[in-house]
């Protein structure tokens, strides 16, 4: 996983517990790592673990703390660090998410051995959008997350029907988002 994904993690535990706990955190989590450099690949374990021992740490659930993260990584460490990106990815949560596959494209085109995510799309006719996601990663409390973080950049409260999950054994991810 690109270490872009591992460094809102550190962004996220340093801003919301400080550098004492984010210390504590590597430590459990059996990382050395001085930093995270953004386009460089990590193992998928190393995002895993950080998970599992923040969650254990502030005595939430994975799941919970997957979704806090993604939630919190949107209007940060991606925003900061992409705005051409946030520019370019529209002007409403509907298009914003609508534009992901592209966005995605984009970001890891000139990086090597990416592994961007590719999302298929339903319009419902009561205006709500399907978001398929299919990976052998199975992040969908971090996707979770970042819909909701989608939504907090345009101020808005949008909210999530799981109404499959491959955690469930399901073969994709869908994920129903109603705008408000
Ligand atoms: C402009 C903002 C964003 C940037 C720059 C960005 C960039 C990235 C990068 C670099 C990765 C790692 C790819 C790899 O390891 O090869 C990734 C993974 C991922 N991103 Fe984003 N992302 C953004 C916003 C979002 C949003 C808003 C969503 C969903 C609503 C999303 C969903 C995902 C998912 C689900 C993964 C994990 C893919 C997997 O399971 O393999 N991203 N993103």
Request: negative net charge.
């Amino acid at each position: 996983m690109k270490g872009l994904i591992n460094k809102g993690i550190e962004e996220m535990v340093l801003a919301l517990q400080g550098e004492g706990v984010w210390e504590q955190v590597k430590r459990k989590a059996g990382i050395d790592e001085p930093f995270f450099a953004v386009s460089l690949d990590y193992p998928d374990k190393m995002t895993l673990d950080l998970v599992r021992v923040i969650a254990e740490e502030l005595g939430l659930g994975e799941r919970e703390t997957m979704i806090a993260y993604g939630r919190w990584i949107v209007p940060h460490t991606m925003k900061e660090r992409y705005p051409t990106f946030f520019k370019l990815a529209g002007a409403s949560p509907r298009v914003f998410l609508r534009n992901m596959n592209k966005v995605h494209e984009l970001v890891t085109r000139s990086v090597a051995k990416a592994n961007p995510p590719r999302f298929e799309y339903e319009e419902r006719q009561d205006g709500a959008l399907l978001m398929r996601y299919r990976s052998e990663r199975r992040l969908c409390g971090v996707l979770e997350g970042l819909i909701f973080g989608v939504g907090d950049v345009f101020d808005q409260e949008l909210k999530v029907e799981i109404q499959s999950c491959m955690l469930d054994g399901a073969s994709s991810c869908d994920m129903l988002v109603r705008f408000p």
